[in-house]
């Protein structure tokens, strides 16, 4: 480890936090350890706390936690009352509550009063359809400013909302939306990527047609300026012919509701199956994203937030609670490296950004075509950087400290859809280490066993488990009445703890490494290995833009299989695998160096952008991969298929 921090936050910038005003209220010294520790030893002050300071519009009750020995089984706030969307819209004023860039074509400015109109007259239209409490929509949109407001107005009525982006083909929304049955279902006309516009109407109408619940379809307007072709869908009517009877509605009668009150279903990858459907509790989600968004962020009133993600990845819904915070939204819809990838960059300094999220490929693309963005763009405003998606390599620190902004909080960050959070994340009153997680997150008991169930050392690589309840646990999985699913999927491996599938070890400094998904792990000799230790030496290689790894049983073991997506124009040589191996070996240990290294011209991928290492492996030992759906790119699969390489 580096003895030396990559930053360090002035005491100046310390002491104007709001985690450092929230220790002073909890009577804590400014000192995270021990604000995590009392955090989690005393679960009912802090959260009762965290309720109070982040100024939660409802009834909080008396009693904060019941059963808080069970995990599963613990009760939040079992007498509180209270809405999501209430909460978010907590502001009436005319400044500024989002800005949207769709590309470099189309730029929208939304106030916070014009906002709440917009809310309260979709509310009416929804209500007017029959949608009441636990009723689901469900949006196949862009990240668009007609998305959010459908979740608030669907929230604010009690209903369940669900999303999926456009560029899901029709049978992967169906694998969603067909397992929970949506009332009413909102589109758009198309979407915009790196410079293309693609229709969006034609899918429509065969998801619709699969769709039996669907009431009515809406459609906004986004990518046609007129003239669209609608009849063909079922009961379809514009998103403005919908709303316009209730155009003079100003207000919103929200519903009071119970803490664990549905607030939306996420999904899983779906790789290995049909998608889960993972049921997050409204009290839960704003609880926990207050927390983040405030303490862990410290994002305040006028701070500007971005975050680069589709309405498919549970980035989009932690980006909208932000508003509960009083932050400005920056939506982006799009390709990242539209002007050459720079089109973030100018988003930043156009918009003053404080705040930005973005995934560790995007990252490791910038580095890798070069981008230098301190010296081409003002980020003066910017404090913060945020990096999820998969682990960012200790190399992509540097590159950020040297190549963005020098004063600034890089802040890692690791949850999931699971959670519809972070189980470890950023500490804006600490040091920056090269490579490391800052810190777990407040309220969250999280820790590293070893393969016994027993607490890792630090340093000593396992499983990254949660031992005690937190709000943002899921409801449950729907469809799954006796919550066996559930309980599968968290507690089998070690009962009474969430073991989280993630690879992982703790660090002298308090922070965290993850090593990449547990079920992805190479195993060979029987030595696990994380695949992200492997990723942060191959992709320093200049040559090298992207690279998967799996591990092929072979001869009665398991051998570490390497492809590797090089720059254009070259090809995989003996010199090349040779740098590769030596790079490997000289920074990790003798096993971790692959007995096979191939050429691909793709990796697939999720929608969100994940690499899909479960899929790859099972292609290349001849099993079907059970959900191509789930996949941006499916057809990158053939290239591992029947590799005659592999036959030896």
């Given at each position: 480890?580096n003895?030396r921090?990559l930053?360090?936050?002035?005491?100046?910038?310390?002491?104007?936090?709001q985690?450092?005003?929230?220790?002073?209220?909890?009577?804590?010294?400014?000192?995270?350890?021990?604000?995590?520790?009392?955090?989690?030893?005393?679960?009912?002050?802090?959260?009762?706390?965290?309720?109070?300071?982040?100024?939660?519009?409802?009834?909080?009750?008396?009693?904060?936690?019941?059963?808080?020995?069970?995990?599963?089984?613990?009760?939040w706030?079992?007498?509180?009352?209270?809405?999501?969307?209430?909460?978010?819209?907590?502001?009436?004023?005319?400044?500024?509550?989002l800005?949207?860039?769709?590309?470099?074509?189309?730029?929208?400015?939304?106030?916070?009063?014009?906002?709440?109109?917009?809310?309260?007259r979709?509310?009416?239209?929804?209500?007017?359809?029959?949608?009441?409490?636990?009723?689901?929509?469900?949006?196949?949109?862009?990240?668009?400013?007609?998305?959010?407001?459908?979740?608030?107005?669907?929230?604010?009525?009690?209903?369940?909302?669900?999303?999926?982006?456009?560029?899901?083909?029709?049978?992967?929304?169906?694998?969603?939306?067909?397992?929970?049955?949506?009332?009413?279902?909102?589109?758009?006309?198309?979407y915009?990527?790196?410079?293309?516009?693609?229709?969006?109407?034609e899918?429509?109408?065969?998801?619709?047609?699969?769709?039996?619940?669907?009431?009515?379809?809406?459609?906004?307007?986004?990518?046609?300026?007129?003239?669209?072709?609608?009849?063909?869908?079922?009961?379809?009517?514009?998103?403005?012919?919908?709303v316009?009877?209730?155009?003079?509605?100003?207000?919103?009668?929200?519903v009071?509701?119970p803490?664990?009150h549905p607030?939306?279903?996420?999904?899983?990858?779906?790789?290995t199956?049909?998608?889960?459907?993972?049921?997050?509790?409204?009290?839960?989600?704003?609880?926990?994203?207050l927390?983040?968004?405030?303490?862990?962020?410290?994002?305040?009133?006028?701070?500007?937030?971005?975050?680069?993600?589709?309405c498919?990845?549970m980035?989009?819904?932690w980006?909208?609670?932000?508003?509960?915070?009083?932050?400005?939204?920056?939506?982006?819809?799009?390709?990242?490296?539209v002007?050459?990838?720079?089109?973030?960059?100018?988003?930043?300094?156009?918009?003053?950004?404080?705040?930005?999220?973005?995934?560790?490929?995007f990252?490791?693309?910038?580095?890798?075509?070069?981008?230098?963005?301190?010296?081409?763009?003002?980020?003066a405003?910017?404090?913060?950087?945020?990096?999820?998606?998969?682990?960012?390599?200790?190399?992509?620190?540097?590159?950020?400290?040297?190549?963005?902004?020098?004063?600034?909080?890089?802040?890692?960050?690791?949850?999931?859809?699971?959670i519809?959070?972070c189980?470890?994340?950023?500490?804006?009153?600490?040091?920056?280490?090269?490579?490391?997680?800052?810190?777990?997150?407040?309220?969250?008991?999280?820790?590293?066993?070893?393969?016994?169930?027993?607490?890792a050392?630090?340093?000593?690589?396992?499983?990254?488990?949660?031992t005690?309840?937190?709000?943002?646990?899921?409801?449950?999985?729907?469809?799954?009445?006796?919550?066996?699913?559930?309980?599968?999927?968290?507690?089998?491996r070690?009962?009474?703890?969430?073991?989280?599938?993630?690879?992982?070890?703790?660090?002298?400094?308090?922070?965290?490494?993850?090593?990449?998904?547990?079920?992805a792990?190479?195993?060979?000799?029987?030595?696990?290995?994380?695949?992200?230790?492997?990723?942060?030496?191959?992709e320093?290689l200049?040559?090298?833009?992207?690279?998967?790894?799996?591990?092929?049983?072979?001869?009665?073991?398991?051998?570490?299989?390497l492809?590797?997506?090089?720059?254009?124009?070259?090809?995989?040589?003996?010199?090349?695998?040779?740098r590769?191996k030596?790079?490997?070996?000289?920074?990790?240990?003798?096993?971790?160096?692959?007995?096979?290294?191939?050429?691909?011209?793709d990796?697939?991928?999720?929608?969100?952008?994940?690499?899909?290492?479960?899929?790859?492996?099972?292609?290349?030992?001849?099993?079907?991969?059970?959900?191509?759906?789930?996949?941006?790119?499916?057809?990158?699969?053939?290239?591992?298929?029947?590799?005659?390489?592999?036959?030896?």
């Amino acid at each position: 480890m580096n003895e030396r921090a990559l930053w360090q936050p002035s005491a100046a910038r310390i002491g104007a936090t709001q985690l450092a005003d929230f220790a002073r209220r909890a009577g804590q010294p400014l000192d995270y350890a021990a604000l995590h520790r009392w955090s989690i030893e005393q679960p009912e002050q802090f959260w009762s706390l965290v309720w109070d300071y982040c100024e939660v519009k409802g009834e909080k009750g008396e009693r904060i936690l019941v059963d808080g020995g069970k995990m599963p089984g613990a009760q939040w706030f079992p007498e509180a009352r209270l809405n999501y969307a209430q909460n978010l819209l907590r502001r009436r004023d005319d400044e500024t509550a989002l800005v949207f860039w769709g590309e470099d074509r189309l730029i929208r400015r939304m106030g916070y009063g014009d906002l709440y109109r917009r809310v309260a007259r979709l509310a009416l239209a929804m209500k007017s359809e029959g949608v009441r409490a636990g009723d689901v929509v469900a949006a196949y949109m862009p990240n668009l400013p007609e998305t959010l407001i459908t979740l608030l107005a669907a929230s604010s009525l009690g209903a369940i909302f669900t999303s999926a982006s456009p560029d899901f083909g029709v049978q992967g929304v169906l694998d969603r939306f067909g397992q929970v049955n949506p009332k009413l279902l909102f589109v758009a006309d198309g979407y915009y990527y790196n410079g293309k516009t693609f229709d969006s109407l034609e899918k429509v109408k065969e998801i619709a047609a699969g769709l039996p619940s669907v009431k009515k379809v809406i459609v906004a307007r986004y990518t046609r300026k007129e003239g669209h072709e609608i009849d063909a869908i079922p009961n379809a009517v514009m998103l403005r012919q919908f709303v316009d009877p209730y155009r003079w509605q100003t207000e919103i009668e929200f519903v009071p509701l119970p803490f664990d009150h549905p607030l939306y279903i996420l999904y899983s990858s779906g790789t290995t199956g049909v998608p889960k459907c993972i049921v997050h509790s409204a009290g839960g989600a704003l609880l926990q994203h207050l927390k983040e968004h405030r303490l862990h962020a410290d994002l305040k009133r006028g701070d500007k937030l971005f975050y680069f993600t589709t309405c498919g990845w549970m980035m989009w819904n932690w980006l909208v609670s932000a508003l509960a915070s009083e932050a400005t939204l920056l939506l982006y819809d799009g390709s990242p490296f539209v002007g050459r990838g720079k089109i973030l960059f100018d988003y930043a300094v156009a918009e003053g950004m404080t705040h930005f999220g973005t995934s560790a490929k995007f990252i490791d693309a910038c580095a890798k075509s070069e981008l230098k963005p301190r010296e081409t763009h003002d980020l003066a405003a910017l404090r913060t950087i945020f990096s999820t998606g998969s682990p960012l390599a200790a190399e992509s620190f540097d590159y950020v400290y040297r190549d963005w902004k020098e004063d600034v909080q890089l802040a890692s960050i690791s949850g999931g859809t699971d959670i519809v959070s972070c189980f470890v994340l950023g500490n804006p009153i600490g040091p920056v280490w090269r490579g490391e997680i800052q810190c777990a997150g407040l309220g969250m008991a999280v820790d590293v066993y070893d393969e016994d169930g027993r607490p890792a050392a630090v340093g000593e690589k396992g499983e990254l488990v949660c031992t005690k309840p937190f709000p943002s646990m899921p409801i449950g999985f729907w469809n799954d009445a006796n919550g066996a699913k559930y309980r599968a999927a968290y507690f089998e491996r070690f009962p009474g703890v969430w073991c989280h599938g993630d690879f992982a070890e703790k660090t002298s400094h308090g922070g965290f490494i993850i090593h990449g998904r547990s079920d992805a792990t190479l195993n060979p000799g029987g030595v696990r290995i994380g695949t992200a230790e492997i990723y942060r030496q191959v992709e320093k290689l200049p040559e090298v833009l992207e690279s998967i790894v799996i591990g092929q049983e072979w001869d009665n073991d398991v051998r570490v299989v390497l492809f590797v997506k090089l720059k254009e124009g070259l090809t995989l040589d003996d010199d090349l695998v040779k740098r590769i191996k030596e790079q490997i070996r000289a920074n990790t240990t003798p096993r971790h160096v692959p007995a096979k290294i191939l050429q691909v011209s793709d990796i697939p991928r999720t929608k969100s952008g994940k690499i899909v290492e479960l899929a790859v492996r099972e292609v290349v030992h001849g099993r079907p991969v059970k959900n191509l759906e789930a996949l941006a790119n499916p057809e990158a699969l053939e290239q591992f298929r029947n590799r005659p390489e592999l036959a030896s």
